[in-house]
């Protein structure tokens, strides 16, 4: 579960985005965990399904998938693959790319 | 137990204090309890503590992965206070701090819970809007409360920089006076003390690794120090409940992230009671040992990492020094940060859960050593009868099937 080094920082993250490039931690905003798709049909769900969707998250402690805007750059959003425990970034990529 | 009084204290004295126990024993696990209790907080230990003094049931264990005061509780501003919006949020803070006026003296153990006030600050016109109606729903609920103009914060702190032409000018603020701070970690030894001499079992370095389940039925602990079978497993932990609900199969609401906070160094009595501010994010007191605790809103990421982005402590120190231009020479002695659970409505879950006899007492957010003696009361019960007391039955899992959130984004007063 909990396998990258730990890694302390001192100062804040260095976040590459797929457009510009490594920039720092304060040029970006968070937008939580990656990969929720909004349900096709939320009719058909039942409240618990309508539930997980709107507000489970999977909260892992090690390698997290997520979405981070580039706000104060070129705008645009893309997706992270982060480590929750070392703050490691191992990659980043468009939200249209396939993670792998 | 040994008493603590006046004339112990006069008695050890006399020997030297070599006579002193530990306040509590070193318990070695059984292999079976009635209730096991995961999580050795301050959360946890008032669970313990009820359990065994309101309801009779001492076969208790509290299992603690590190030691007793290391965690969380020993990691927060130490705020005490009650003013919430929403009568659920009110009912369950208001028990917490009415419990918090007698503790010291219920648990023999000097938390030095010290009313000393708290004052929400307002910035804007809207703030002041948001304050009334809260101060009100506060006087309604029997809190008390009253809003203050400018003057009237200027008044309890006088070297609050009250001028008009800041970023976010002082219009006033609302005011609990029966609000405080307490000793936090007077609070997790006097409730460790205090359920060790009911006969509860305080079991330290013993990490939950697992949750057997038979049936849809919790049946034990796997633990580091062996298999710990119980009746009813109550898990009351902050940083790691989404990790626990993952051992027992289920997901939560809950995101975990870092809150961090700092202590300057000592400084002569200059601020006696307690200021927060919703919008610009820092709030502060003073220590008994004078120095200044100040803390903020948490990272914007989930993390388990157990320290602070930079950019959240430039925040709040820029906040700090234009409300305080007094303190802009201070310098600060430590710095650390604390994992915090939260959901989506800034309300804690103290619920049952999709299995048997597993009951959740966790995502306290920001806001969690207030209501630590009110949050044990209420489990203890929960835990000892299997149901809900009526103070937390809006506080269940199902409220997020069923849409009734208990919002409570605006008096959680840290960004969440």
């Known amino acids: 579960m909990n396998t990258a080094p730990l890694r302390w920082h001192i100062d804040m993250l260095m976040i590459t985005c797929p457009w510009c490039g490594p920039r720092d931690e304060s040029e970006f905003t968070y937008g939580g965990e990656a990969n929720i798709e909004r349900p096709a049909d939320p009719e058909a769900l039942d409240d618990a399904a309508w539930a997980d969707y709107l507000f489970m998250r999977s909260n892992p402690k090690g390698w997290h998938q997520e979405q981070w805007n580039h706000a104060h750059g070129c705008r645009r959003w893309f997706k992270a693959e982060r480590h929750t425990v070392s703050y490691e970034i191992r990659r980043t990529w468009p939200m249209d790319e396939e993670s792998s | ?416």
């Open chain 2, 1 to 416: 137990m040994q008493n603590y009084s006046i004339f112990n204290l006069a008695r050890h004295a006399m020997g030297g204090h070599r006579g002193w126990k530990p306040a509590w024993r070193e318990a070695t696990p059984k292999s079976r309890y009635k209730v096991i209790i995961v999580g050795g907080g301050g959360h946890g230990l008032a669970t313990a503590y009820y359990l065994a003094k309101v309801h009779g049931i001492r076969d208790v264990a509290v299992l603690e992965k590190g030691w007793i005061g290391g965690g969380n509780t020993a990691r927060n501003t130490t705020i005490v206070r009650s003013n919430y919006l929403w009568d659920a949020s009110a009912a369950l803070y208001e028990k917490s701090l009415k419990l918090w006026e007698g503790l010291s003296q219920d648990i023999n153990y000097n938390v030095m819970f010290s009313q000393r006030g708290v004052l929400n600050l307002g910035h804007n016109l809207q703030d002041m809007r948001d304050i009334r109606r809260r101060v009100n729903a506060n006087q309604l609920n029997g809190v008390d409360g009253e809003v203050l103009d400018t003057a009237g914060v200027k008044r309890l702190v006088p070297f609050i920089n009250t001028s008009p032409d800041i970023r976010y000018p002082v219009l006033g603020a609302s005011w609990q006076p029966r609000a405080g701070i307490a000793r936090h970690d007077a609070v997790a030894w006097g409730y460790a003390r205090a359920a060790d001499s009911l006969g509860v079992d305080i079991i330290e370095n013993c990490e939950v690794t697992g949750i057997r389940r038979e049936d849809g039925q919790v049946r034990a602990v796997e633990t580091t120090r062996g298999v710990i079978e119980a009746d009813r497993v109550g898990v009351v932990v902050s940083g790691h409940a989404g990790v626990l609900a993952e051992m027992a199969g289920f997901r939560l609401p809950i995101e975990s992230h870092p809150l961090q906070a700092l202590v300057s160094e000592p400084l002569k009595p200059i601020l006696d009671t307690v200021v927060m501010s919703n919008a610009i994010h820092v709030y502060v007191s003073q220590s008994d040992k004078g120095e200044l605790v100040i803390g903020a809103g948490v990272d914007s990421y989930n993390g388990y990492g157990q320290r602070g982005s930079f950019q959240t402590m430039e925040h709040f120190l820029s906040a700090l020094i234009e409300l305080y231009p007094i303190f802009s020479r201070l310098r600060m002695l430590r710095h650390w940060g604390g994992i915090v659970d939260t959901a989506p409505d800034a309300s804690p879950i103290i619920s049952n859960t999709p299995v048997e006899g597993l009951f959740f007492n966790v995502g306290w957010g920001t806001g969690g050593f207030k209501a630590t003696p009110g949050s044990g009361w209420v489990f203890a019960h929960t835990l000892a009868t299997g149901m809900p007391h009526e103070i937390n039955a809006p506080f269940s899992l199902e409220r997020f099937h069923s849409g009734a959130l208990v919002d409570e984004h605006g008096a959680a007063a840290v960004a969440h």
